[in-house]
């Protein structure tokens, strides 16, 4: 529970051992499709939603096992489910068939 226009941080915790993983952060209004917020790599690339959403930032953590998502000046509207998702480098044949 957060004041009106109050911050908050959000924590995502994973095995750090995937290296070259993206960690996404997404949130989802009540009957809608998730939204795509802020992506944070492994390498400390740091990307955000294209619009940026403002006041939303993500940032790891030293240890590279956990991402943060903070809301600053939160409100009312910021009230939905929040998800976080791991997603590996997956790399393919290049091959023909």
Do not use: H
């Not at 009540?30 to 955000?48: G, R, T």
């Not at 991402?67 to 000046?73: K, Q």
């Amino acid at each position: 529970l957060v004041t009106s226009g109050g911050s908050i941080t959000l924590t995502c915790n994973y095995d750090g051992s995937y290296a070259s993983d993206s960690l996404l952060w997404y949130r989802q209004y009540s009957a809608s499709k998730l939204e795509f917020l802020f992506l944070v790599s492994e390498s400390n690339l740091e990307q955000p939603a294209d619009p940026p959403i403002p006041g939303v930032s993500a940032k790891l953590n030293e240890e590279k096992n956990r991402v943060y998502l903070e809301i600053s000046s939160a409100s009312v509207s910021d009230s939905a489910m929040y998800y976080c998702a791991l997603q590996p480098t997956v790399t393919g044949n290049p091959k023909t068939l």
